[in-house]
């Protein structure tokens, strides 16, 4: 079997409301459909969650002619083709060595973002072309694997139990584990909302945290005593992007309340080093933001070593997969308790695993088991 075609479909559609976590605003639902053909019909499905889409689309078409005619299958092999374009190859400058030149160094997030797209699209081919789900192709035996429902986001205006009765209503859908958006607000008016959403959801409903990276060490200090008493499961991405491992280590000692990190790390490299600083309960990465599933089943199969679960960010329907696949060495997929949250995910795609009573429930159908909704595409393409 041969690559014979990469074509990316951008989408993108309005929000009903602009919302915000702690670091931006979001106006829009965004993703790139990555699909690739072979010669022998079988088509895959990938997805990409980054920006901007022109520079990521621009970067697939330079990939295309690179992995054409490779077998779909050797994922490894072209995984690390694609990968050695971000680094200086001898007799590789200007392209003198039949690939294209080494890549700018400020596109490496977008670089690893349509390496992401691309490795799960052939994901999706092999699982099809096994006749599997690739669940069951990774040796996953679940069908069902807990999930939890993240909402939260800040609207303007709104007030500060506002949050209380969306986080609620996930709880009222059968969700027995909530994220709540956090770390915009004062410190007294984060513990409000916290205090809100605790007493609406009730005792026995997990409850977790996500920042987006708000604080420096001491303040996320103060910040995890303050909200402890009402029973947080992780807090996730609490310090600001430029402190380090050793950073994260000096919260996990004084804080009460166990870490969760990993979503904006591009690749196994740095999520090593989060995870033998010992600071880490529960790792995250995203494989439709970076690097896809080949490198997300290597960061899963170091931290199931060093006794670190695993919690996989957004698209539960790609990554409720490897959640199973690793058993009980992963914690969770992550849903969103609201469609509008992701419209885009609940129109161009169809069938495929669902979010149902706290779980995500994966079917046996081939691959991801997606089917694109082409219509749907048409009308969101960017």
């Avoid at 969650?49 to 072209?78: C, R, S, W, Y």
């Avoid at 933001?289 to 695993?310: D, M």
């Avoid at 159908?365 to 048409?378: S, T």
Wanted: net charge negative.
């Amino acid at each position: 079997m041969k690559i014979t075609e990469i074509i990316a479909h951008p989408l993108s559609t309005p929000l009903q409301q602009p919302r915000w976590t702690a670091h931006e605003r979001m106006s829009h639902a965004q993703m790139i459909l990555v699909e690739i053909r072979t010669d022998q019909g079988i088509v895959g499905y990938g997805e990409i969650a980054g920006g901007p889409q022109t520079v990521i689309v621009d970067l697939l078409k330079q990939f295309a002619p690179v992995i054409q005619n490779m077998d779909p299958l050797g994922h490894t092999e072209i995984w690390e083709k694609l990968f050695s374009l971000t680094c200086p190859r001898p007799g590789g400058i200007g392209g003198w060595d039949g690939m294209p030149a080494p890549l700018p160094r400020n596109h490496r997030p977008q670089i690893m973002a349509a390496i992401g797209g691309i490795d799960i699209a052939l994901w999706d081919i092999k699982g099809k072309a096994a006749g599997l789900p690739v669940f069951r192709f990774l040796g996953g035996t679940r069908t069902e694997v807990f999930t939890y429902a993240t909402g939260g986001y800040y609207l303007e205006g709104e007030p500060l139990d506002a949050a209380a009765k969306e986080l609620a209503g996930f709880a009222a859908q059968g969700y027995k584990a909530v994220k709540l958006k956090c770390g915009a607000l004062s410190l007294k008016d984060e513990v409000t909302r916290i205090k809100a959403v605790r007493d609406a959801i009730g005792p026995d409903v997990l409850f977790m945290l996500d920042m987006n990276a708000p604080y420096n060490v001491q303040g996320c200090i103060e910040f995890a005593h303050a909200v402890a008493p009402h029973d947080i499961f992780w807090l996730e991405e609490p310090l600001h992007w430029y402190l380090q491992p050793a950073d994260f280590r000096r919260l996990a000692d004084a804080s009460p309340i166990p870490l969760a990190h990993g979503e904006r790390e591009w690749h196994r490299f740095t999520i090593r080093d989060f995870i033998d600083s010992g600071a880490l309960r529960y790792v995250q990465f995203d494989s439709t933001r970076h690097a896809g599933f080949t490198e997300s089943l290597r960061v899963a199969h170091y931290a199931e070593q060093k006794g670190v679960l695993i919690a996989p960010h957004s698209v539960g329907k790609l990554h409720a997969h490897l959640v199973s696949a690793f058993g009980d060495a992963a914690f969770a997929a992550e849903s969103h308790g609201d469609h509008s949250r992701h419209p885009l995910h609940h129109s161009v795609y169809q069938g495929g695993a669902e979010a149902k009573d706290g779980m995500v429930c994966l079917t046996e159908a081939p691959g991801f088991g997606l089917e694109i909704d082409w219509k749907a595409v048409e009308h969101y393409r960017a």
